[in-house]
């Protein structure tokens, strides 16, 4: 005789429900352990080299963006911008200037060897580092190394396009639209306009450019034919605006624009209206005892 347990037996009990059997919900213990078998040694080695050049990728690709549209260092091998920047400081340019931001009186710039009418660093501009080879060569481009084609320089900004700059070669200051400026940058001993004579409009689509150390630094005076056409560099050799130092650690500063300097020069004349100045005596270079600056004090190393 059945004993009653007083509930009525499930009339689906041991069989499928719905086409599924109530087995397939058991877990079974070693499901869960068939994928997780151990790689081994290679496979391990394997792994890591995949994951290391996912890396070195995306850092390759994250430093050759940086290069060529934002920024890049460069380092500074001679005296010609002394005291501002010596030899052997790193600078970062950004490539922002000119661009979304204007460039301005006093800035600090790197700019290709203009070569016209004849190059600015001589057959200097054309050494080139053969080390490494290929490899070299192709983190040179991505900008993991520094740029070792010798073919930059590096100058501050004295006029705009239309300004009209003058300096009497001597002791006196630098003009710039008419107005004598201060500039405190200039290395202790050099004077403003020493070195040469000019009286200059600079054209359209071009800066003058002269270094900090004025009697060691082969700038836009030495390589002008007297009417700012041809020592003036052309905009469009401009790499950018040098906004700090940042190697070596003693040295870390900002390379800010000196405001007062050119607080009160006047905006020059339209460019297409102001005819270019003939100078009004033929140029005269102040005696020095080491002559002509070279152009290798002028030269600047990607970096």
């Known amino acids: 005789m059945s004993q009653y347990t007083g509930r009525p037996e499930d009339p689906t009990r041991g069989r499928p429900v719905d086409g599924i059997d109530e087995r397939d919900d058991v877990d079974d ?19 890591g080299v995949k994951e290391l050049l996912i890396v070195v990728v995306l850092a390759m690709a994250l430093s050759f963006v940086v290069k060529t549209w934002l920024f890049q260092a460069f380092y500074i091998p001679s005296g010609s911008m002394e005291n501002t920047l010596v030899k052997d400081d790193r600078v970062i340019v950004s490539k922002l200037t000119p661009g979304p931001f204007d460039l301005k009186r006093g800035d600090v710039v790197v700019f290709e060897d203009p070569g016209a009418p004849t190059p600015w660093l001589g057959s200097l501009g054309e ?44 002791t006196g200051k630098l003009k710039v639209n008419g107005v004598e400026i201060t500039e405190p940058y200039i290395k202790p001993g050099d004077f403003p306009s020493e070195g040469k004579k000019f009286d200059i409009t600079v054209p359209a689509g071009r800066i003058w450019v002269m270094g900090d150390h004025r009697s060691d630094s082969s700038d836009s005076r030495w390589h002008d034919d007297g009417t700012g056409a041809q020592g003036s560099v052309p905009m469009d050799k401009l790499v950018g605006r040098a906004l700090f130092v940042v190697w070596p650690i003693d040295h870390v500063t900002w390379l800010g ?47």
Not at 29 to 47: I, K, M, Q, S, W
Not at 264 to 272: D, I, L, Q
Not at 282 to 299: E, H, N, R, W
Request: aromatic content about 4%.
């Open 257 to 303: 624009v000196p405001e007062r300097t050119f607080a009160s020069v006047p905006a020059p004349k339209a460019v297409g209206n102001a005819p270019l100045n003939k100078p009004t005596t033929k140029a005269t270079v102040k005696p020095k005892p080491s002559g002509k600056p070279t152009a290798s004090a002028t030269k600047v190393a990607a970096g």
């Open 127 to 170: 050494q080139r580092s053969d080390v490494g080879g290929p490899f070299h060569d192709a983190l040179v481009f991505v900008g993991l190394l520094p740029e070792d084609a010798e073919n930059h320089l590096i100058k501050r900004v004295i006029g705009l396009p239309g300004d009209r700059v003058q300096a009497d070669g001597d």
């Open 29 to 47: 213990p070693d499901e869960d352990y068939d994928d997780d078998e151990p790689r081994g040694f290679l496979g391990t080695v394997l792994a």
